[in-house]
């Protein structure tokens, strides 16, 4: 059942039940223009191909700067103007684009999102982030501005291969970390296959994140506070991403760990509770280890855009379903890193 959120920015309608099919009483033919990538365009050309469609190569590596700049031209070409509509289908790659994209043509236009990926429709397509990568350094140009609306269509989830559904899990398993323990429990006592089957399951964890999300962005739209707790495993999975070409929830769970390890350090979080998240990592076919070089992990973290001078704002945890927003230093950021590749070897 359609709902709307009012943020200090902007007030997004979320259609929980939408369909592909129906995307045109959201988004005028006349007046839409589609963003999308190569992937889900050669899967979807028949449901968008009435569209005015700009299409971008799959991958993180369109994320940039120069795809924005390419972008634009073509909406230029198009003659987009200020009560054009842009909609990105896609995952996060694209939600994140579209968004930047939308934010600075023309000083910004209206845009909707039609997540492809469970990332995107617990995360990337929530809150209002939205940005591109320069070179190594993850969303450091950006900007923070609502959807108009966000369609979910659950469908197109069964084309995902099982890569990407675990992929989206590992953001799941961070909004249970860092506030619902009850979520937490849930995840330990069941397996990923379970919920790919079930879809009715599916669905009600997804609204529970997003809504989970929406409560903290609305308290905190530009990441003053609250809103860092959602960075909780990104400071070093970002690093992990960027260095060694990992999906992006691969690298969150990695860096999840990290913030368990850094927790026991600085708030004696239980050990156990690090047992307990590896086992479910594993349970939804998440890395648990993986071979890196703490220098080169170290150099890209302070580049980091949460850095203040000497340290890095990292989340984490006093018990599991409560976190903190922590100073750590780099020497304390190592330590934990040392413990990660000492007590997780690949």
């Not at 910004?108 to 990926?117: L, S």
């Amino acid at each position: 059942m359609q709902y709307s959120v009012t943020f200090p920015s902007r007030t997004t309608d979320y259609h929980p039940s939408a369909s592909l099919a129906h995307l045109q009483q959201l988004a005028n033919v006349a007046n839409t223009i589609i963003i999308t990538d190569n992937n889900v365009w050669t899967q979807y050309q028949t449901e968008l191909g009435h569209y005015e469609a700009i299409v971008v190569e799959a991958g993180e590596q369109s994320k940039s700067i120069e795809t924005v700049q390419d972008i634009c031209k073509q909406l230029a070409e198009l003659q987009a103007h200020k009560t054009t509509i842009l909609v990105g289908v896609g995952g996060g790659m694209i939600t994140d684009l579209t968004g930047f994209v939308a934010t600075i043509y023309m000083r910004g236009i209206a845009f909707g999102f039609v997540p492809t990926t469970i990332l995107a429709m617990v995360d990337a397509a929530i809150g209002g982030k939205n940005g591109v990568n320069v070179g190594l350094h993850k969303n450091m140009l950006g900007a923070i501005q609502q959807p108009n609306f966000i369609a979910y269509d659950y469908t197109m989830l069964a084309s995902l291969p099982t890569q990407e559904w675990s992929s989206g899990f590992a953001e799941i398993i961070k909004y249970a970390c860092i506030g619902d323990a009850a979520l937490f429990q849930q995840l330990q006592a069941t397996q990923l296959q379970t919920i790919m089957e079930n879809t009715n399951h599916l669905q009600a964890i997804i609204a529970q994140c997003v809504a989970h999300k929406n409560k903290i962005v609305l308290a905190d739209e530009h990441e003053n506070h609250i809103r860092k707790t959602l960075n909780f495993g990104h400071t070093a999975g970002h690093a992990f991403e960027t260095l060694y070409t990992l999906p992006h929830g691969q690298a969150v769970a990695l860096g999840m760990i990290v913030a368990f390890i850094a927790s026991e350090q600085h708030l004696q979080l239980p050990k156990k509770n690090r047992q307990q998240l590896v086992a479910i990592l594993q349970q939804f076919q998440l890395p648990t280890t993986i071979h890196f070089e703490i220098e080169a992990v170290m150099s890209t973290l302070k580049m980091d855009k949460k850095r203040k001078g000497d340290s890095i704002d990292f989340i984490l945890l006093s018990q599991i379903g409560e976190a903190v927003i922590y100073p750590l230093t780099f020497p304390a950021i190592a330590q934990a890193l040392q413990v990660f590749a000492h007590e997780h070897k690949a």
